[in-house]
């Protein structure tokens, strides 16, 4: 937690409107800190010693911010793109305040679970390829998955680059058809994050992912009343649980 900012940077921050808002709202004498009016806008703020209030109202500070989104298809997971829709421009004004940004990435086609935060070290954390964290995804596959391509992703299989991957764990769902063509319903656990990697190893046994979608990263799972393109904040529990119950 900040200890030390500006008392406009502190109410911008928890969305009590723009520095030049907040100012006047200071000089009308709108806000306080520890029940004295305050004179300046530009006052330094312990936000964990001094209680300030809005209008009477007590702001509670925080200054990060953890949220699951279930990523629509054909948005990008960036904070800002040239062409397409970001997963940050899905966010309500006042969730884009602390300027949380998405951990990883997904393909502009893939749905499911997507972290935003603007905890960097935790994000360090979760990306770093030292950490191996779990990642699950489920998967249409165009072919008949088998037995072979479960022991073959066991072992790590050989992407187009060369790379060998890590093991990754397959379980078949289902076997079904479309249009006369075999397919399956899949769920892969891998390790790592490389790009494509899920599509790149089933194309290295021989098939293509036709739609993906991931269901967890590490202890977080995707809550399933989240419809695609909708998001909400992490509960503590989810939050000690992905920061390994560590007291942050
Ligand atoms: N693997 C992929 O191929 N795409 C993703 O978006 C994530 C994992």
């Given at each position: 937690m900040a200890n030390r900012l500006r008392l406009d940077k502190l109410?911008?921050?928890?969305?009590?409107?723009?520095?030049?808002?907040i100012k006047r709202a200071v000089k009308l004498g709108k806000v306080?800190?520890?029940?004295?009016?305050?004179r300046e806008s530009g006052q330094i703020i312990e936000p964990e010693r001094h209680v300030v209030q809005y209008e009477g109202e007590s702001v509670v500070y925080r200054d990060v911010i953890y949220m699951m989104m279930n990523k629509p298809s054909g948005v990008i997971s960036a904070t800002e793109d040239t062409r397409d829709k970001t997963v940050v421009d899905l966010l309500k004004?006042?969730?884009?305040?602390?300027?949380?940004?998405?951990?990883?990435?997904?393909?502009k086609d893939t749905v499911g679970l997507l972290l935003l935060t603007n905890d960097g070290a935790l994000a360090h954390e979760l990306l770093s390829p030292?950490?191996?964290?779990?990642?699950?995804?489920?998967?249409?596959?165009?072919?008949?998955?088998?037995?072979s391509d479960i022991e073959a992703f066991a072992m790590g299989v050989t992407l187009d680059d060369g790379y060998m991957t890590m093991p990754g764990k397959l379980v078949i769902e289902e076997h079904s058809d479309r249009q006369g063509e075999p397919c399956s319903f899949i769920r892969l656990t891998i390790r790592e994050?490389?790009?494509?990697?899920?599509?790149?190893?089933?194309?290295?046994?021989?098939k293509r992912v036709l739609t993906l979608k991931r269901i967890s990263m590490g202890p977080l799972r995707l809550d399933d009343a989240l419809e695609e393109g909708q998001y909400r904040e992490l509960t503590p529990e989810e939050v000690s649980l992905l920061k390994g119950n560590r007291q942050s």
């Open positions: 109410l911008a921050n928890m969305g009590f409107g723009t520095r030049s808002e306080t800190v520890d029940g004295n009016v305050a004004p006042e969730d884009s305040l602390l300027k949380p940004f998405p951990v990883g990435r997904l393909d030292k950490k191996h964290v779990d990642k699950t995804y489920e998967a249409l596959v165009l072919g008949k998955v088998g037995e994050g490389k790009f494509h990697q899920v599509k790149r190893m089933f194309e290295a046994v021989g």
